[in-house]
């Protein structure tokens, strides 16, 4: 009995020691990408089952799949252990972001197999944003393709600084050193171009599992590792404990009268009870009473741990905000330099309003100039007005509040953002922050005595924007007028700004592009802005037919201050009554980028007051309107 005690205890001590031995073991997470078909997936496929990871119902899954499925006449087809979507399986490629945790003795892995195909670019910068690491693969057959050097681009972008390039399928060019030596040179020159500092060079055959796991006699020319025994002990230089401490508020907890506490995850730097910070952006500064946790209050946390944070002052501090170590705080800015993925299958547009999400903190942002778009090829930097789908670019953009931030090169989680449509609510970019524009530091609001209030007493009126939005030649600008002149006999105070006329002084100097017409209207907007606290009633007549741009001038105004009026004219209307015309010059090709014609309007979703103008004269319009006006 004893020795079945004895035996029993020695198990379960063996047992805790190898759990011991598994949690202690580091972490790196990589990634694979690169072009299609260059066999990324097979190379992770090859790897979990070469490492003896894969179950016996999993190894006998994957060997019925690779008959129905595969592609390798009969053979397993390691690709099916990743690509797990019907339709990858379908179409032979990756679509989506596949992980994978495996391990081995020596270390833990997460690995994720990124999509090859241009299209999928935004879900191969969301593998690589979280990487430590990034193994390349190139198809030794073709060399260095164009979406090889996007990838590593975009990599360099996100602070890669550990690349293996896989120079795979070696045994369909009869493992021909030279082939291996072009595409690494090539490769490596490239890098440096990039400021990738660590690039190591394997030639293997995910297939026939050549220098996966060691040395393979069909490379004796090679005295590299394998790949595995890369992966096991490189050593990847991002530490978070380096930096100062912070932490991005995630939660405000409160629950009874008696507890206020800051939960959220540590980024860097250790914490500890009677610390010194700040929360940014306000500037208000405490010192940390308690760390709190679900096992129990700590005197210190490092990063990476989840705790709730109580500070020894009653301050202001809400979701988004950054507590930091108070002797060495993060700065704080509204305006950046950053470079830009865009991923948004409409063009971005500078001066076109959008939503950047930092951390958990989300805020209103424009780009306000393209600096320059980057040829992934060449690395050339070229002008650019907009951009489009998978374009990279250095860009200025504004927000229209401050954040806290860190260079990305410094802080991944403090300097990486995302921007977010305001119409569809999807996500349109990715980008990284790289200095802020000390300018805007420098500007603050100058307080005046005198407000909007005070100048619109003295008219004895409600100021309002009336923003009129329909094609050309539905009527605008002819129900404008008439509005404006009954509410001018009325003794209104008024202002009309006129697409036409606002184009031969201020807004000279733009033309009709998508870009031009989106500037065109956040200056008018503006400019109404300003009218509507000087107490006047501004009736603006545009096209303005972006519905971004419209919602973006509504922003700008107080609650019931912004009254969207959309004179409802079917195109061929508007071309009936085409005085001017412009759609006869615009259909015959002579105007280019005309609204209705060559380019879009999009009808207002929910304007507050729609004029059908094929039911009504202008007149009648006007006075239901000023009716309407005057009584709201």
Not at 258 to 273: C, E, K
Not at 330 to 335: I, L
Not at 571 to 591: F, N, P, S, W
Request: glycine share 8%.
């Amino acid at each position: 009995m004893n020795d079945i005690r004895l035996e029993r205890a020695a198990a379960e001590d063996a047992v805790a020691s190898y759990l011991q031995q598994h949690e202690t073991k580091s972490m790196l997470r990589f990634i694979t990408c690169g072009s299609v078909d260059d066999g990324k997936s097979t190379l992770i496929g090859r790897l979990l089952h070469d490492t003896k990871l894969l179950l016996d119902d999993q190894l006998a899954a994957l060997e019925s799949d690779s008959l129905r499925h595969g592609t390798q006449n009969g053979e397993i087809d390691f690709a099916l252990l990743v690509d797990g979507l019907a339709a990858e399986r379908e179409q032979g490629i990756t679509i989506d972001v596949a992980y994978r945790f495996f391990g081995t003795e020596k270390r833990k892995f997460i690995v994720a197999d990124c999509p090859g195909h241009e299209q999928y670019t935004r879900n191969m910068a969301t593998g690589a944003s979280t990487a430590d690491l990034a193994i390349v693969l190139v198809d030794a057959r073709k060399g260095l393709l164009t979406q090889t050097r996007r990838h590593s681009y975009i990599l360099s972008l996100l602070g890669i600084r550990h690349v293996v390039l896989a120079v795979n399928k070696m045994d369909l060019v009869d493992y021909d050193e030279s082939v291996f030596v072009d595409i690494a040179d090539s490769y490596r020159a490239l890098a440096t171009q990039l400021g990738i500092p660590c690039v190591t060079c394997i030639p293997l055959s995910a297939l026939r599992g050549d220098n996966m796991l060691e040395a393979s006699a069909a490379t004796p020319w090679y005295a590299g590792p394998s790949l595995l025994e890369h992966l096991e002990a490189v050593v990847v230089d991002r530490n978070p404990h380096d930096g100062a401490f912070r932490l991005p508020v995630q939660w405000v907890c409160r629950p009874n009268q008696d507890f206020r506490g800051f939960a959220g995850t540590v980024t860097s730097g250790p914490v500890s009870v009677g610390d010194e910070v700040v929360v940014l952006p306000s500037g208000q500064r405490s010192a940390v009473s308690a760390i709190v946790t679900a096992d129990g209050n700590l005197d210190r946390a490092a990063p990476g741990q989840a705790v709730i944070l109580t500070l020894a002052d009653e301050i202001d501090a809400s979701r988004g905000d950054v507590i930091a170590l108070g002797a060495s705080p993060p700065e704080v800015a509204d305006q950046f330099a950053t470079h830009l993925l865009w991923l948004g299958e409409q063009a971005l547009l500078p001066g076109r309003t959008y939503w950047l999400k930092i951390g958990a903190r989300t805020v209103g942002a424009q780009i306000t100039e393209i600096k320059h778009k980057i040829d992934v090829n060449t690395q050339e930097e070229l002008a650019a007005k907009h951009l489009e789908l998978n374009e990279v670019a250095y860009c200025n953009i504004y927000l229209d509040q401050p954040v806290a931030f860190e260079p990305y090169a410094s802080n991944r989680d403090l300097g990486a953002f995302i921007l977010i449509d305001r119409q569809s609510n999807g996500t349109v970019a990715a980008g990284v922050l790289d200095f802020a524009l000390r300018r805007a530091g420098n500007i603050h609001w100058q307080h005046v005595d005198v407000d909007k209030a005070a100048r619109a007493r003295i008219k004895h009126q409600l100021p309002r924007c009336v923003w009129f939005t329909g094609l050309s030649g539905s009527g605008k600008s002819t129900i404008a007028n008439l509005v404006e002149k009954r509410l001018l006999a009325m003794g209104h105070h008024t202002y009309i700004l006129d697409g036409d006329n606002v184009r031969h002084g201020l807004n000279k100097d733009l033309g009709f592009t998508d870009e031009d017409r989106v500037e065109n209207i956040r200056r008018v907007a503006e400019v109404a802005r300003l009218m509507v606290d000087a107490g006047l009633i501004v009736l603006v007549s545009f096209i303005s037919p972006f519905r971004a741009e419209r919602q973006m001038a509504r922003g700008m105004f107080g609650e019931g201050e912004f009254v969207e009026v959309f004179v409802d004219t079917p195109l061929d209307v508007a071309e009936q009554r085409d005085v001017k015309g412009l759609y006869a010059k615009a259909r015959a090709g002579d105007i280019k980028n005309f609204t209705g014609i060559d380019s879009e309007y999009e009808r207002p979703d929910h304007a507050e007051h729609v004029l059908d103008t094929t039911l009504n004269d202008a007149g009648t319009l006007a006075d239901a309107l000023v009716r309407s006006l005057l009584l709201n």
